[in-house]
């Protein structure tokens, strides 16, 4: 027994002698390609760094990102001369991509341990797992009631929208724009040319401005448009706070008649409105809402997205073919999330495709229902905090919520 | 005074001319049913059959002394009379057929040269109206309407009005003229500057005339609606003339008790006459409660009318006086009120009242010899108005919002309102009115026509002592106004004067009977700057109606008299007081809008343009009428057919005009609001100067109306056995609506931060043709043995329809925001910006709208018991009614239909 061990120790020994005796075998191109989630386009790798470090010999090899080189989507690394041996790659670095159009950023870290670099197997791959990048910014709420004063006078000017970035990856809000449709989910028409399967009709733009990546937003965390960034509650007190919201919509006149209230908050860019008087959202719901990254220029999408639409009017003992102008269109394909708005009891269709969002939501379910007043419209969040978005907003929100940010 | 002096030394002078021939039998041919003279009947020597005369316009006729002859009167219509001379000198002709004791209850067709309609008091105690408005659906192309007293209601005839106030000349140039005296209109004010919600624009009369919910009927004798060519002697008209004559005398106590779907009338009068004194006196009162809907106490419109009429006649053996005088008060109140339940607050009000006190004096001097004067009028006739609208608004804005207050031109800061006040708005008016017109009738003997000479003047004086918009302009109602108060006083009285002549010829031929009625009559304003276009013009308004009647002849065994008559006649209606001085308006523009979270640090600044909207280029309205008539009477079934052409290329309206203003519009991103310790200071911001375009309206003369239609009646006998009488009576009306300036159009669309800058100018606009054809088809049943009448009307609809003007969708031209004016060129369609300028009317949007037949049937009864002095009547219209639906488009269009009903009793002690 005692023998046999021997024999094996030697056996070992010799075998160990053996490959000290031959010289280690350095392989002259390692090939690490970093895999990227499939949905990230335009991604650009930066601050990236790998590096391979030998289990056995604890030498550590560090690639520069400058050698990264981009293949499709993702990156291959070209590490020249290793020795075979065990290896613990970690490769880091800072992604800058778009998502769904939407720029955006994340820092990650991937790491492979205990892999054996060698002759015969020397690629290896690096898949970034440690986000997804699913989803992206969704309309979280739409306060479009508004509140109402002690004396009971509807109060408008505290209405607001938020949006919120509802992936793992921080994203950029420049560019994006707050659509109003421009037919009501009230009234029925049959347009000519039907465009809705590839366009929303808008009766409003108004876009977050920036030089492209000056408004990221954290994973989870939203941004508050208001029609007004003032303390609402100093003249009103049944009002909100909204000095803290992120962007308003100011509408600069000059004309007296319309005075818009300029708060602290910075300005959307108005790319287009229908009214020449001051903006609000419909204060009982009767058009849809949808947030687009736009994807052209201001010039090139005033030239050229003006939608001519006709239809049949009947009223009363007549019935005319009539042109409703003042219509712009953005492609359904810029449109991050859309919700159709309506009340019941005067609902007649849904003014956005279903596949931007096959249901619709409400505050009052009858037409001029006081009792909607302060509330809103909320997207539900699943069990860990992300909203719900199948594209579906009878499914994924809740009607006449309490408006989130009413007294507090 | 010195006028009046030579005006009574001047009938003097007329009335001495011809007092002498003693040599002469006088006579008076009178109606032998009406006691009316009978105007040109040739009065012949029965024997000779040679004629002597004809009767003149009051009837008389002097012949040479003969006392053997014996005389032969005929004139068409009447039975001729062979008679001796008889001692008193009246001759009295019998109808051919008689209307004796015949009760008619619809509008007749005047039997004169001018085409109008009566309305007899019994016509009216038949159709049970609440206010003036619901006569009219007595006239030719009237429907009966459901009454709407929560709105001005204003007189439209012979046309299918829009409602559009561009198009109200129509019923600002309808006179009203109560027993004499004009309603007067001229100075009405009462708008709510700057107002935007239905319950004050809804209830704006201004420049659309009389508001006839505010002419109660009870104290109304007879209504003569001129439809066509009125005499020279009535002027400032367009349209229309309403001759109101209110009873006098009588020895009545009467009480009237009304109530109908929307409303509840009392009315009540005592009569007194002392027949040996010829002394008059009438007093009523009257008092109407309407709501716009009956479970809403808060909406509601109330009238009280009171009036003394006093009448005294002295009869000498050489001439008549009569002295007439009214005093009139009326009031009219619309109340519009939030309820608290539903609503905000107990301030939340709407009222305007109207209170005019008018005083009318008249005198009438009429010869009764032999002389070229026959008759003077003297009319005097005053009314002050009290009128007053009050809003009030609890306004709690949503937005930091300013009120302009500067009346200067220039920069100023502007305030900044509180988000919560409770806001007040007056408007006070008080017009002051004041009418003189003096008439002399003349008469030239002639023995083959009659004739008579119609001489007249008149002025009117239109002044407003009321302080007009009065509000705290630190606490507007309306939070968008343009204008500034300015008291009314301020605006110069408007006067107008008018000199008038007219002759009436009738000549009797033995191939049938001429009538001639050819006046003129001038007219100019006074006292208006030299600047105005009207300053010293005299405006001519000549009127022709010409009949010819012929002879009496049978048909299918009956008398017949047939008349075709033609007239053509210019009318002129003088520009109101707000047309002709509008209210300045202060154009502002924000240089600096900055918010700042301590409400001391908040800065407005504007650039404050004045612009005076007067347009003095402004000349009066001006309709010329045509019209053909034919009257045919069979046996006394009568049927008048007219047709008529108005053209009014003049009409007022209200167009915008657009102009380039330049402000500073100052960059506030700059400033840290945390460092602030007081307003920002605008020395300090850097700006850049921004050319923008704004507009302003004025009042011209460039809206055309034409009225073209042809208007019948037919008036059958009352039946015997059955007691019934058939009345149709109908229109087919075209009205076509055009204007004639370029009409200006800036769009609301914001395009990159700013309201789309140019202003495209279209050649014309709102254009519209409308038909309609209506015929009314009324039997009336009066049983004299139970004292029972009663009346069922088919009204049919038989169609209307509506067009609009087909107008281009692309400018003509366009104003760039420099003021520079450009001509439109092809490819501006795609340009970004210009391409808005295109209008989106489409092709169906011009094509004829049609909606067919509609009948409604409506029923009347009336009964009167105890010995005629209760009388009791109700109405239920619409009892049954007939729209089928129809196809439009491929549309099903259904029409409902509500009946509605009144009941009223009235008491005769």
């Not at chain 2, 409602?163 to 140039?173: E, P, R, W």
């Not at chain 2, 319950?199 to 109304?220: E, F, K, L, P, Q």
């Not at chain 2, 009139?328 to 709407?350: C, G, M, P, W």
């Not at chain 2, 001391?600 to 309709?623: F, K, S």
């Amino acid at each position: 027994m005692l023998k046999s061990i021997m024999m094996m120790l030697a056996l070992a020994m010799c075998l160990t002698s053996c490959s000290s005796d031959d010289p280690i075998p350095v392989i002259p191109t390692t090939m690490v390609t970093l895999e990227v989630p499939v949905n990230l386009e335009n991604t650009v790798l930066s601050n990236a760094n790998a590096t391979l470090t030998n289990v056995e010999t604890k030498q550590v090899t560090t690639v520069e990102g400058a050698k990264f080189v981009k293949d499709g989507n993702g990156y291959k690394i070209m590490c020249n001369d290793l020795e075979a041996g065990t290896y613990n790659v970690v490769v880091t670095g800072h992604l800058d991509f778009t998502l769904n159009g939407v720029a955006g950023q994340k820092d990650f870290e991937v790491t492979s341990d205990n892999v054996v670099i060698s002759e015969t197997s020397h690629d290896l791959k690096m898949v970034v797992s440690t986000f997804t990048a699913q989803g992206g910014f969704v309309i979280s709420e739409i306060f479009f009631t508004g509140t109402s004063t002690p004396e009971g006078k509807s109060y408008s000017g505290d209405q607001y929208i938020i949006i919120t970035n509802n992936s793992d990856v921080t994203l950029y809000a420049d560019s994006i724009a707050v659509l109003e449709s421009a037919f009501l989910t009230t009234a029925k028409e049959d347009y000519t040319p039907d465009i809705m399967s590839t366009h929303f009709s808008v009766q409003a733009c108004y876009m977050i401005p920036g030089n492209g990546k000056s408004v990221p937003v954290e994973p989870g965390q939203s941004l508050k448009l208001a029609l007004n960034a003032i303390n609402h509650t100093t003249e009103q007190p049944n009002s909100i706070d909204l000095s803290n919201a992120d962007f308003e919509f100011y509408d600069e006149t000059s004309n007296p008649n319309f005075t818009d209230v300029d708060g602290n908050a910075p300005n959307l860019d108005k790319w287009y409105c229908y009214t020449a008087t001051i903006y609000q959202f419909h204060s009982r719901g009767f058009n849809s809402m949808a947030i687009a990254k736009m994807q052209t220029s201001k010039e090139d999408w005033l030239e050229n997205y003006v939608y001519d639409a006709t239809y049949l009017f009947v009223f009363g003992d007549f019935s005319k073919e009539m042109t409703k102008s003042g219509i712009y269109k953005v492609p359904n394909e810029w449109i991050l999330d859309g919700v159709n708005l309506s009340v019941e009891s005067v609902r007649e269709w849904n003014v956005l495709d279903a596949s931007i969002d096959a249901g619709w939501t409400y505050c009052g379910k009858v037409d001029r229902d006081d009792t909607r007043i302060n509330k809103s419209v909320i997207r539900k969040q699943d069990a860990n905090g992300k909203y719900v978005d199948t594209n579906n907003s009878t499914n994924d929100f809740t009607p006449e919520a309490p408006a989130s940010l009413l007294n507090k | 005074m010195q006028l009046i002096r030579y005006i009574i030394l001047a009938l003097l002078v007329l009335n001495i001319q011809l007092a002498d021939a003693q040599t002469l039998i006088n006579g008076i041919v009178l109606d032998s049913e009406t006691m009316e003279p009978i105007i040109g009947a040739t009065v012949a020597d029965a024997k000779k059959g040679k004629a002597l005369t004809v009767t003149q316009a009051d009837g008389s006729f002097a012949i040479p002394k003969n006392n053997e002859v014996e005389l032969r009167i005929t004139s068409i219509g009447y039975k001729p009379l062979v008679t001796a001379i008889t001692p008193d000198g009246r001759y009295l002709l019998q109808a051919e057929v008689s209307q004796l004791g015949e009760v008619v209850v619809t509008a007749q067709e005047n039997r004169g040269l001018t085409t109008s309609s009566r309305i007899e008091k019994h016509a009216m105690e038949h159709l049970q109206p609440s206010s003036f408005s619901d006569l009219l659906e007595l006239i030719p192309g009237g429907r009966s309407i459901d009454p709407s007293l929560s709105t001005p209601n204003n007189i439209h005839i012979r046309e299918i009005s829009t409602g559009n106030s561009n198009y109200a000349t129509s019923s600002l140039g309808t006179s009203f003229i109560i027993d004499g005296a004009p309603i007067s209109t001229g100075a009405n004010m009462q708008y709510l500057a700057g107002s935007w919600d239905d319950m004050a624009t809804s209830r704006d009369n201004t420049n659309a005339g009389v508001d006839m919910r505010g002419i109660a009927t009870d104290d109304i004798e007879r209504v003569e609606i001129v439809r066509g060519i009125p005499s020279v002697e009535y002027g400032d008209l367009t349209s229309g003339l309403v001759k109101i004559e209110r009873r006098r005398g009588g020895h009545d106590m009467k009480f009237r008790l009304k109530a109908d779907m929307g409303s509840k009338l009392f009315y009540a009068a005592k009569d007194f006459e002392w027949e040996q004194h010829r002394l008059t006196l009438n007093l009523s009162a009257d008092y109407l409660d309407a709501k716009a809907d009956p479970r809403n106490r808060l909406e509601n419109y109330k009238r009280v009318t009171i009036s003394t009429r006093l009448q005294k006649q002295w009869e000498q053996t050489d001439y008549m006086l009569t002295f007439s005088s009214n005093i009139d008060f009326s009031r009219s109140l619309d109340n519009d009120k939030e309820d608290i339940d539903q609503s905000y607050s107990a301030e939340d009000s709407y009222r305007s009242s109207y209170n005019r006190y008018a005083l009318l004096t008249a005198l009438q001097f009429k010869t009764k010899r032999p002389s070229w004067l026959k008759s003077a009028d003297l009319t005097v006739s005053t009314s002050l108005e009290n009128d007053l609208i009050e809003r009030t608004r609890l306004v709690q804005l949503s937005r930091m919002t300013v009120a302009p207050l500067s009346k200067e031109e220039g920069e100023n800061d502007a305030y900044i309102l509180p988000y919560k006040y409770i806001g007040h708005h007056e408007v006070e008016g008080k017009p002051v009115n004041a009418y003189v017109k003096l008439n002399a009738r003349l008469q030239i003997p002639n023995n083959r026509v009659s004739n008579s000479l119609l001489l007249g003047t008149d002025w009117n004086l239109d002044k407003n002592l009321g302080r007009g918009q009065v509000f705290d302009p630190m606490k507007p109602v309306y939070t968008g106004i343009s204008s500034r108060q300015r008291s009314l006083k301020e605006i110069p009285a408007n006067h107008r004067l008018s000199a008038y002549a007219e002759e009436n010829v009738k000549w009797p031929t033995s191939i049938g009977s001429l009538e001639l009625t050819a006046g003129i009559r001038a007219t100019t304003m006074l006292n208006i700057d030299t600047e105005y276009a009207m300053k010293g013009k005299l405006y001519w308004d000549p009127r022709i109606n010409v009949g010819y009647s012929l002879p009496r002849l049978s048909l299918f065994g009956q008398p017949a008299f047939i008349r075709i008559a033609a007239g053509i006649g210019q009318h002129t209606k003088m520009p109101t007081m707000e047309q002709l001085f509008p209210d300045m308006l202060y154009i502002d523009f924000i240089q600096l809008n900055y918010y700042h979270d301590n409400p001391d640090y908040r800065r407005i600044n504007l650039m404050t343009y004045i612009v005076n909207p007067r347009n003095t280029a402004l000349e009066p309205a001006r309709n010329l009428k045509k019209e053909v008539s034919i009257d045919i009477n069979i046996g006394g079934n009568r049927l008048a057919v007219t047709a008529f052409r108005e053209k009014m290329t003049s009409g007022f309206r209200m167009q915008s005009y657009y102009r380039t203003y330049q402000y500073k519009q100052y960059d506030a991103s700059g400033i840290e609001a945390a460092s602030l310790t007081a307003q920002p200071n605008l020395s300090d911001l850097p700006y850049t100067v921004i050319n923008e375009l704004a507009g302003y309206g004025n009042y011209t003369n460039g809206s055309m109306t034409l009225k073209e239609g042809i208007e019948y009646t037919l008036e059958s006998k009352r039946f015997p056995v059955i007691l019934t009488r058939l009345t149709i009576n109908g229109a087919y009306f075209r009205t076509t609506y055009d204007n004639s300036i370029v009409d200006s159009y800036r769009p609301s669309q914001v395009i990159d931060n700013r309201q789309i800058q140019y202003v495209g100018l279209y050649a014309n606009d709102d254009g519209s043709v409308r038909e309609s054809f209506n015929t009314n088809f009324t039997l009336d049943t009066d049983v004299p043995r139970l004292k029972l009448g009663f009346s069922l009307s088919a009204q049919c609809l038989w169609f209307t329809t509506s067009q609009r003007k087909e107008i281009s969708n692309y400018p003509v031209q366009y104003i760039a925001p420099d003021g520079s004016i450009h001509e439109w060129r092809e490819g501006d369609a795609d340009d970004m910006y210009l391409r808005w300028l295109v209008r989106d009317y489409t092709s169906s949007q011009f094509e004829k709208n049609r909606v067919p037949f509609a009948m409604n049937v409506n029923m009347k009864v009336t009964k009167k018991l105890f010995d005629d002095r209760l009388h009791i009547a109700m109405f239920c219209n619409k009892l049954w009614a007939y729209t089928p639906d129809y196809d439009s488009r491929g549309t099903t269009i259904r029409r409902h239909v509500t009946p509605y009903f009144g009941l009223e009793m009235n008491i005769k002690l």
